[in-house]
């Protein structure tokens, strides 16, 4: 039995990511595929200490508080890999709501391939697919601010920041030839890109999916 395709859903706040994850559930599962929804925040068991770390950097930015951040997300995300990862079905679809690509948006003084490579070093788990969602910045702040929650982010608080941010993601997506998705239109145009992706990295031969169309995109 083949170990468990693990897939990483990034993107900046409001992009949509939640409803995209649901959309391409449904769609595998319809396909009879074992699909795992995960959340790195929800996986993490160090989430509200180092959540208390990254307050006290939203309110004194410094270099080497960012940094400690960094190093206590990736050994959160090592302690994921070896603990939750390893325990999901054979032949399971693993789809995980963030992983170190969203550190390209929200962290602002340690470059990008500092962090990649921290991740490295504890052995965190590379995802057999990035998948990084956004839209335009204007559009995923309308979003976040529609929202009970709102923006919901503890380091952003401005539209000049989130453009920042979502201008960094974008930018370590291309350099590292990750998969972008841009969801500004209907979701189902999204979901057929992502679902399409999967199965050519599983080298799917049919594909029943949504409204017909995954046989389609698994043939391309």
Partial sequence: MSRPL???LDGPKGVGKTTLLEAI????RADNKTVIRL???KSDPYRRETMALVNRLARNPTLDLELEVCERFADSRAWIS????TKQPPGSIILMDRWYPSEAAFRRMVPFAEILQLNIERNVRTPDLHVGVVTAPDISW???AAR???LSSTVIHKLEEHVACTKAFEREI?????????NEGIIEDATMQVISEIYRVLGCPIGIGFAGRASAACRQ
């Fill in 142 to 144: 309308t979003r976040a």
């Fill in 174 to 182: 291309a350099d590292h030839g990750w998969v972008l998705c841009r």
């Fill in 148 to 150: 009970t929650r709102g």
């Fill in 6 to 8: 693990f897939i990483s």
């Fill in 25 to 28: 559930t449904k769609v595998l």
């Fill in 39 to 41: 959340c790195e925040k």
């Fill in 82 to 85: 070896e603990h939750v990862l």
